[in-house]
T-cell receptor, first 110, second 114 residues
Framework: QKEVEQDPGPLSVPEGAIVSLNCTYSNSAFQYFMWYRQYSRKGPELLMYTYSSGNKEDGRFTAQVDKSSKYISLFIRDSQPSDSATYLCAMTRRDDKIIFGKGTRLHILP | DTAVSQTPKYLVTQMGNDKSIKCEQNLGHDTMYWYKQDSKKFLKIMFSYNNKELIINETVPNRFSPKSPDKAHLNLHINSLELGDSAVYFC?????????????FGPGTRLLVL
């Protein structure tokens, strides 16, 4: 089993819909959970960061971590065409390398 | 005012050649990284340097040799290029190298080996 599993998509949703992106992981030692957004032909950029379990909200974005299920989610409300990108989940222990998921390609249809 | 820059942006070369990619960051960070992103978008760390010292060296062929002349620069030299080396190579930096820190990525170097 890979350390981090993420459905590559593509995921196409109409503008205004709620988007749900997910990752599962196998290493229970992971404590820090991140979502990076990568636009086409650009480098990834940090979107959301969460420590341990719980929810974190930033504008239209909500990151959720369920350590008991080893499952993390990113929700995008009122999705916009500008949200079209690849979303990579990432996770790590405190002083270790980051492990990235394969990324989910998201298309928001106008 | 680019935070992490890479040159060149595109690199097309023949199998067997040797090539270098350069990276510079102006964020004052201590740690720099090289990542490889394959055609399926899988992003995997190759190396990291903290203040010119090699910290992470993943299972990468020894044809790949990173060099950090100072903490603002991390270059990647690749000998005897192979078809499988075709990918996008990203440089990144972070403040001190702790895994939980934000990493800032460059725009990538698209390498195509023919």
């Amino acid at each position: 089993q890979k350390e981090v599993e993420q459905d590559p998509g593509p995921l196409s949703v109409p503008e205004g819909a709620i988007v749900s992106l997910n990752c599962t992981y196998s290493n229970s030692a992971f404590q820090y959970f991140m979502w990076y957004r990568q636009y086409s032909r650009k480098g990834p950029e940090l979107l959301m960061y969460t420590y341990s379990s719980g929810n974190k909200e930033d504008g239209r974005f909500t990151a959720q971590v369920d350590k008991s299920s080893k499952y993390i989610s990113l929700f995008i409300r009122d999705s916009q065409p500008s949200d079209s990108a690849t979303y990579l989940c990432a996770m790590t222990r405190r002083d270790d390398k980051i492990i990235f998921g394969k990324g989910t390609r998201l298309h928001i249809l106008p | 005012d680019t935070a992490v820059s890479q040159t060149p942006k595109y690199l097309v070369t023949q199998m067997g050649n040797d090539k270098s990619i350069k990276c510079e960051q102006n964020l004052g960070h201590d740690t720099m990284y090289w990542y490889k992103q394959d055609s399926k978008k899988f992003l995997k760390i190759m190396f990291s340097y903290n203040n010119k010292e090699l910290i992470i060296n993943e299972t990468v062929p020894n044809r790949f040799s990173p060099k950090s002349p100072d903490k603002a620069h991390l270059n990647l030299h690749i000998n005897s290029l192979e078809l499988g080396d075709s990918a996008v190579y990203f440089c990144a930096s972070s403040q001190s190298g702790r895994g939980a820190e934000t990493q800032y990525f460059g725009p990538g170097t698209r390498l195509l080996v023919l």
